[in-house]
């Protein structure tokens, strides 16, 4: 990886490239700083330094924010309003038929689709803003903090727009960043601000697990940590490359005087075909319990349950359910984005076949058949990796937003596998000579 990036740098073009993308990274390293008007910024400091950062039912987004949720800045939502806005157009594709035959038409139905999700974002930004910014005003922010109620000082209308505006503004601001990124940087804009926010976190939350070390003055429990995330990373690595190759013959066919076709190639499925969305989608559904219980006032049956059993992520109730959501998620988002149908009626149409196996229906069957075989293994990849860190860095004082937990670990090394294979791919492309000197 390394050596990808030195290259790159000795090749102009793509200097110019990686420098730009450094330079809106920087850009948006800033932004997650910068308080928004009507937020007294001395008490959000108080309540951050007392509870940490990571924790409470806001946790996943405020990583996602890289930190920046909790310090209520202009980039407060950060790129998630982005990512929701992305996984219901994705969902919505397979429901609406307007939808699947904008995806039919290529880049000009690519492009409306793109449309459509920014308007999604900016709607989705003004009501977690408008969350956000209530949560603050009424203390449940920070839960726990003597001075949470001083966090929003006025609470006229006024000043709640302009919060609200400010960081849906934000929001828009950061969508417009990633796609900058994607079309004059390097990798894809969205998913290099949601490396750089994950990673941000990193050095505070390694270095609050050598303060809190008791062993040899938290240097052990600081290497233990740092051993069980290489081994975490080594094993991403190792999954997230498996593929299961589904060979696929083309017949020859004459088309006047010239013969098309006659050629090999495979269908390539990845045993975690679905990503990391199964482990998002888990993690904020459980979430929605939390949050419940925080904003209802009383001591009812069902708040208590709630809060001894679904807000610690170290409580056995809360690890099943969190393990069988994941597994139920990867089979439902691998149903919904690979259509085995869709694929053997292409293959069909160009006369492709898989040896042994009839085309059309059968095909599909096929396909069906091995896509559930792979999807298991890659399910059940998906819950332990989200559940080592809960279980095995409980006693160093880690929680289930850890940044070698399961969620942040799968974003970083895919987004980092794909950026370098980006890179390696322009850079052949440039230092390709042909079969002629």
Not at 27 to 40: A, C, L, S
Not at 220 to 234: D, H, K, S
Not at 316 to 326: A, N, R
Not at 338 to 363: Q, W
Request: with cysteine.
């Amino acid at each position: 990886m390394l050596t990808a990036f030195a290259r790159a740098f000795k090749t102009p073009d793509l200097r110019k490239k990686l420098l730009f993308t450094l330079g809106i990274i920087v850009i948006y390293r800033v932004g997650t700083h910068i308080p928004i008007p009507g937020v007294d910024y001395t008490s959000v400091q108080q309540c951050v330094d007392e509870a940490s950062a990571n924790q409470g039912p806001l946790g996943l987004i405020n990583m996602f924010s890289g930190g920046a949720l909790l310090q209520i800045t202009i980039f407060a939502l950060g790129i998630m309003p982005y990512i929701t806005a992305s996984i219901i157009l994705q969902l919505l594709t397979v429901v609406i038929p307007r939808l699947e035959a904008l995806k039919k038409e290529g880049q000009a139905g690519t492009a409306k689709i793109t449309q459509y999700t920014r308007y999604l974002t900016v709607a989705l930004a003004i009501l977690q803003g408008t969350g956000l910014v209530a949560t603050a005003r009424s203390g449940a922010l920070f839960s726990g903090c003597t001075v949470a109620g001083q966090v929003v000082p006025d609470r006229s209308i006024f000043v709640t727009v302009t919060m609200v505006i400010t960081m849906t503004a934000g929001t828009a601001m950061v969508m417009w960043l990633g796609e900058l990124i994607t079309d004059r940087g390097i990798g894809n804009g969205m998913s290099i601000l949601m490396f750089i926010s994950i990673a941000a976190t990193f050095p505070s939350a390694l270095w609050a697990i050598k303060t809190q070390g008791s062993l040899a003055d938290g240097w052990i429990e600081f290497g233990t940590v740092m051993l069980v995330g290489l081994v975490m990373v080594g094993l991403v690595v190792f999954v997230e490359q498996a593929q299961r190759r589904v060979p696929v013959q083309y017949a020859k066919r004459m088309i006047g005087r010239r013969s098309y076709g006659g050629t090999s190639t495979y269908i390539p499925l990845k045993v975690n075909q679905a990503g990391v969305i199964p482990v998002i989608f888990a993690s904020s559904l459980l979430y929605i319990p939390a949050l419940i219980s925080q904003f209802s006032s009383g001591t009812s049956s069902w708040k208590t349950w709630i809060e001894a059993n679904l807000v610690t992520g170290d409580h056995p109730i809360y690890i099943t359910l969190y393990f069988l959501l994941i597994v139920f998620f990867a089979f439902f988002y691998v149903a919904i984005s690979f259509n085995p149908e869709e694929v053997a009626d292409n293959m069909k149409k160009y006369g492709g076949f898989i040896p042994g196996i009839r085309a059309g229906r059968p095909t599909a069957e096929y396909l069906s058949y091995v896509l559930n075989r792979i999807t298991w293994p890659g399910s059940l990849y998906l819950g332990l990796i989200a559940l080592v860190p809960t279980v095995a860095l409980a006693g160093f004082g880690a929680n289930q937003n850890f940044p070698f937990g399961g969620t942040s670990i799968l974003i970083i090394v895919g987004v980092g596998l794909e950026t370098v294979k980006q890179i390696e791919s322009q850079l052949q492309q440039r230092n390709y000579e042909g079969f002629l000197r």
